[in-house]
């Protein structure tokens, strides 16, 4: 029987743009998770019958890197509702004003 290979290259491409969405208020959680689900039931199901299944190294490093784009989504999105919670919404939106008008001068 020949062996199924372990493709990693989605979980990447949902790893990084997760990493991307970072900047959007840790917004980039949602596909990081979903990165990190999907490796993590491949790789359940390749430990299950491991003589059936290639590549099994390159899906661990694949969850990895999903749990740490997770892990960086998670923490600045719980700094975004601490900033949103102490600062306020409107002080948060006056700095971003303010930033912006010095930039365009």
Request: hydrophobic share 50%; charged share 15%.
């Amino acid at each position: 029987m020949e062996k199924q290979k372990l493709n990693s290259t989605i979980v990447y491409v949902l790893s990084i743009l997760g990493f991307l969405c970072c900047c959007f208020g840790g917004l980039g959680f949602i596909l990081a998770g979903i990165a990190f689900y999907i490796a993590h039931s491949k790789l359940k199901e390749a430990y299950a019958n491991p003589e059936d299944y290639d590549n099994i190294e390159g899906m661990k490093t694949a969850k990895i890197v999903a749990l740490v784009v997770l892990c960086i989504n998670v923490i600045y999105l719980l700094f975004t509702i601490y900033r949103i919670y102490t600062i306020g919404w409107d002080e948060i939106m006056e700095q971003s004003q303010m930033m912006m008008d010095q930039w365009q001068n």
